[in-house]
């Protein structure tokens, strides 16, 4: 008979305390048959040895695309001069566009693109990489596996062994040798293509698939778990362990499992919208800083967002009742817009469906918010989609008045009290100088 964790404690059982991770595998997935795979890399320590970020007034999108197999269609638009400006940022051909920024590749990065990657085609043929984009720290792929992999093979294997093929390069370029004056140098070789240009003449940073690629139809989420590999899955640091040197990445890596169509749309923008994303982060980084914490009423926040949206007298809370009939919820929602559109700040915890289409409204209208979440902000959070624009934008602030957590749960009724408590504590606010 199974115990609950309390109980287990009283009657003195070591409890493991759970290690939660987001490169935990997904335990009901088998990582050996076919499926399609958004997977990141990242380097140890964040050092950006990989290459540099390009902020120029136009240029190349920074993103490298290898063509899909023979047996798919390949859509490539004809490239375009005009460069589109993000919302919030300064025209003008003189201005840094992030719109047009890129990444140069250190000869590192070089190397790991023109080589290492083709390798894990050339080793397993039934594994293709069908995109991927190289970060100053990270790496991303969009991988597919067409077949299963051979007998005792898995998804983490393939990891490794192209993160222990970048260690090896790493390890090369930074081998100590002796000059003729007898003085120790690295081998770090000269720069070579940039990253600005693409794999190939045939393959075109913009490059994408067809509705007609069937990878979506191949999640492969029914297979069973029993010959999933485990969370830690074999790292690339392996040979350089034994060796006693470092490993170029750290231990890991993130895997997304495609499960349907619109998924591998929004993977390809997401790699290409990247050094876009950390364009804008450089330009404004107090706009993607997590602030532990700040005191609002009762409560200790942690904000990510446009802190300043706080100071702002003009706010208002959108909170739908229960209570509420439709007339009420249409009087009350064409006030809430009425205020935001007259520059108010809207401010949500969003639980309610009404008051979810509220804020979705907002959003597409450009008004600025307050956003009141359950979970907190993980390590290394940043927003995502259209909220990293509205934080880019200044018109956007997350608060959440509780730690981070990774259980799935459904939010309890007192929560969503306190969630509307904390609303109207912020609509209250006024700063403290």
């Avoid at 795979?37 to 490298?64: C, D, H, N, S, W």
């Avoid at 990878?215 to 830690?232: C, D, N």
């Avoid at 107090?286 to 100071?311: K, P, S």
């Avoid at 200044?394 to 608060?399: F, S």
């Amino acid at each position: 008979m199974s115990r609950s964790r309390e109980e287990a404690l009283s009657a003195g059982v070591k409890v493991r305390e759970t290690q939660h991770s987001m490169k935990r595998r997904k335990p009901w997935h088998n990582y050996r048959h076919k499926g399609t795979y958004m997977l990141t890399m990242v380097v140890e320590g964040r050092q950006p040895v990989l290459g540099k970020l390009i902020i120029p007034t136009g240029g190349p999108t920074g993103v490298a695309a290898i063509p899909p197999p023979a047996s798919f269609t390949a859509s490539v638009p004809a490239p375009s001069s005009a460069v589109p400006t993000p919302a919030g940022s300064p025209a003008g051909p003189s201005s840094a566009s992030p719109a047009a920024s890129y990444i140069e590749l250190t000869p590192l990065g070089t190397a790991i693109r023109d080589k290492e990657i083709q390798k894990i085609s050339a080793i397993y043929n039934m594994v293709k990489v069908w995109k991927f984009c190289i970060m100053p720290d990270h790496i991303h792929m969009i991988v597919r596996i067409t077949e299963d992999l051979p007998e005792g093979k898995h998804l983490g294997h393939i990891v490794a062994g192209f993160k222990g093929g970048c260690s090896r390069t790493w390890w090369r370029m930074t081998e100590p040798r002796t000059n003729a004056q007898g003085v120790e140098t690295a081998t770090t070789p000269a720069a070579t293509a940039p990253a600005a240009t693409t794999l190939t003449a045939t393959a075109p940073a913009a490059t994408t698939l067809t509705a007609t690629t069937p990878a979506a139809t191949a999640p492969a989420a029914t297979t069973p778990a029993a010959t999933a590999p485990a969370a830690t899955t074999p790292a690339a640091s392996a040979a350089g362990s034994a060796a006693g040197l470092p490993s170029l990445f750290e231990a890991g890596y993130n895997d997304l499992i495609l499960l349907d169509d619109g998924q591998l749309d929004n993977w390809k923008h997401y790699l290409d919208d990247n050094p876009r994303r950390l364009a804008i982060k450089r330009q404004h980084p107090d706009l993607f800083t997590t602030l532990n914490y700040a005191d609002i009423g009762e409560w200790h926040c942690q904000l990510v967002g446009n802190r300043f949206l706080l100071d702002i007298p003009q706010k208002v809370a959108v909170i739908v009742h229960g209570a509420y009939t439709d007339k009420d919820y249409a009087d009350y929602r064409e006030k809430w817009l009425a205020c935001g559109e007259a520059g108010s700040i809207l401010v949500s915890a969003a639980i309610a469906t009404r008051e979810k289409e509220v804020m979705r409204e907002a959003m597409n209208r450009g008004y600025r918010m307050i956003l009141v979440r359950e979970n907190g902000f993980p390590p290394l959070y940043k927003p995502s989609g259209e909220s990293f624009d509205a934080c880019s934008e200044g018109r956007l602030l997350q608060v959440s008045p509780w730690e981070y957590h990774m259980k799935r749960r459904i939010i309890s009724r007192e929560q969503c009290l306190k969630l509307n408590r904390l609303v109207e504590d912020i609509v209250a606010y006024v700063p403290v100088w």
